[in-house]
Structures are given as C-alpha cells and as structure tokens.
C-alpha cells in the first residue's frame, strides 16, 4: 500500500435523522411532572417537530409514523399506551421455517416489544400503563422496533418470499448518483485487494483485516445504501468479527470484496433509494465517549509514527473514522472534523496521510474540533487533483455547500447560529460535554427546519 485511499464524497445527502435532546428534557420533566400525555407528544417532537401535525389525529391520541417499509402505530387509550408496527405477511410456503427465525428474534433482537401472531399476518406490540412511559424509555422501544422492522424486513422478503404489509413511499437515487457509486466501489474495491494482496505477501494480516473491514465502512459512508445490500455489508462487517484465525476472516472478507466488484450496476441501484424515517439506527455518541473509545488508537499511533510505520497509523485511523461514522451519530462539529481530516488525506503518501489523521485524531482527543480546518497545504506534493482545493468536484460540492448554508442563514438568521456556535466553544473549553452535546443539537435541529423552510 503506497499511498492512502482516496475520499469519497456522498453521492446523495444522507437523510438528518435526529432526536432533539432539549425537547427530551422538556419530556421528561413534564412526565417526572404527572403529565403523560404531554411527555409522549414531547417525545415525538423530539424525533421531528412535525410529526404530530402530519402523522397525529386532532386530538394527539393516535399516531401513524412510517419508518422505511413499516408504520408504526402510537395509541393513547384511557391509562394505556399501545405501540404496534406490522411487519410481514407470512407466505404459504416457508412459513414454518421463518415463524422460527421470527421466534428467535423474540429473544435475541427485541427487548420490551414482541412479535405477535395475527392470522397470517406478524407484527410487533408493546404496551404499558401510561405511568410507566417514561421518554427514555419509550424512544428505546420506538428505536428498537424500527432498527429490527427495517433490518430484517427485506432478508424475510428475500429468503421466504413474505410480503409487506406496507409499501414504503420510496425515492430511488438519479442515475448519475448510481453511476458514481458503482464506480467509487470498483475503484475502492480494487485498490483494496491490491493492497491486501501486498499485505498478505507480507504475512501482516493485521494490516489487511484492517483494511477490509475500513473499506466497507468506506462504502457505506459514501453510497447511504438500503434494502439488502445493507443487510449484506452488516453480515459481512459482522463476519470480520467472527472469533476465527485473522487469515480466515481476511480470505473472507476479500471474497465479500471480489463479490461487490462483480455485482451488476442494475442490482446494485436496487438498494439505492431513500425512505421515511421515524428514528436513526444509529445511536447517539458524545465527543467524550469518542475520546474514551480512541484513547489506546491514539496512545498506540503515536508510537506508531514515532518508528515511522506509517501503514499502521494510516489503516488504524481510517478504520476507526469510517467507523464511527458507520456506526454512530456523531456530534455535528466531531463529524465535520472527521470528514475533513479523511478529505485531506485522501490519496496522499502514506507518510503525509499518516501525519494529517494523526494532528486529526489528537485535535478530537483534545477537544479542539476546529483545529487545522484551514490547513489545506498537510498533504502539499503527495495528493492528486481530487484532493486539492481547486479540483472541479470538490470546488462543486464545496460551492453547493455555501449555497446551502446561505440558505439556512437567511431563514435562521446568521447571528442565532453564530450565537450557539459561540456557546458551544465556550462549553468545549470549560469541559462542559454535556452543554456541548445540548448546544450541538440544537443547532442541528434549526439547520434541519432551515433547510425546510428555505
């Protein structure tokens, strides 16, 4: 591996799919208060503030809210509260085989709802008294039904043939959107079993797992896959995990490569599309859990550079950034400075990429998440066009960026968000994480319904 692998913008943006954290307090207060119903119509203001005028009947006692290919019912009767979400119509044949699985799921996947049975048809319910609905608690239950319905609802159609019980209201990505992803994967895909080729003959099969696994990530940040293609990148992330010999999960994981390599355009632009949304699938993650979860990468990189290994420092810190963007929802501002750290890097040498996500990982661990953002001489002789600032695509996308925020500025007002992007410095200074996170998705929350409004 001679250089570091090339940044890939997102070929579409990615659905903001947040939970207001101040709405959740205003939740929990007013339950910690007595007032149930008005915590559970908080608590759905929190997951977007137009939920209940668009999902919710008049008198904010039933609600429809569809997530990907479910919907999810929220019924308020007398002291009771009852959440439902149709999941599959079971087909005549393999049904015994797929009530199993569904069994299984009872166990192993979901925590306080259930499947249930209901002629030929399953859905998942739960229920409770209205004094046991705390915030915190119901959006768990919420999150769950929705990460589980919208996981395993197309393996189910896939392997059993069963039928939904809703059709998602689905936006399929423009072509030229399906053409770039088709083609950053073969050109990912490539370098990546060039350079576990080169790391195999080496035997450093370290080195190579950590790459495999870097570049499905990689793929999932750039791509914003759904369907099964989604369920086929968590199986094999998953299988890299397996306890087996690191040879066997990296002959696997390059047979996973091979295979999207060989996947038809046609089969690939399936799983590219956008739903509705109810909650993130992802969890939320702090700059303070960043830092704990990065503190022996960024202990054991710093030796790393010291001996000048720069493959290490260059493969460990791009699998953890694509990572933490696979597998959370990261704070604004961490996301901003990730994304500019592996843009920076992008198809530099390894020595230049391994110093520019080096000074990126100790800016997090520091807290300082605008450090180094003007800085865009770290990678000066070593990267391609793509990298640098006068590139046609980047110039494009960073142009449609400035657009977008003049946007937002005109319908917010530029001082409201110079105002919080102030307190959130101040917080980060003092150490305040918990005033940081508050602040941060506040500001999220008023890009999102700028964006709306402009």
Known sequence: ??????????????????????????????????????????????????????FGNADGTSFQIPHGSIVVHIDIAQDTLVITADFLKLPEKGRVAMLRQVAEMNINCLMLARFVKSGDHLKMEYSCPLTDTHPHKIHSVLHNICTVGD??????????????????????????????????????????????????????????????????????????????????????????????????LVARGTAFIEKLLSMPKDELAKSLYSVDMMVSTKPMVSLQGVQESCEDLYNGTSDALQKRDFDQVVVRILHKFYQLLYDCNVPLMLEYAIVTALRKAGDCTLEEAAQILHKALGNIMEGDLQAGDDDDDDCEDGCDDEGEEDDADLAEERDNAVAAHQKIAEALGVNDILAIQQQMDEALKAGNVAEYMRLATELQMMMIKGTMNS
């Not at 039928?163 to 490539?190: H, M, S, W």
């Open 151 to 248: 996981k395993y609802d197309d393996e189910f159609c896939t392997q059993f043939k069963a039928e939904r019980c809703y059709e998602p209201r689905i936006t399929y990505f423009p072509q030229e959107a399906v053409d770039k992803i088709y083609d950053n994967i073969q050109l990912l895909g490539k370098l990546v079993l060039d350079a576990v080729g080169e790391y195999n003959a080496q035997r450093r099969y370290g080195y190579s797992w950590t790459v495999i696994a870097a570049s499905l990530y990689q793929i999932s940040f750039f791509s914003n896959h759904q369907g099964q293609f989604l369920n086929e990148m968590e199986k094999a992330i998953d299988m890299l995990n397996d306890e087996r010999p690191v040879e066997e």
């Open 1 to 54: 591996m001679k250089r570091s692998f090339p940044y890939i913008a997102t070929a579409t943006d990615s659905q903001l799919v947040y939970t207001d954290g101040e709405t959740m307090e205003e939740a929990v207060a007013a339950f910690e208060q007595g007032n149930y119903l008005e915590a559970l119509h908080l608590l759905i203001d929190a997951m977007d503030f137009d939920f209940r005028d668009r």
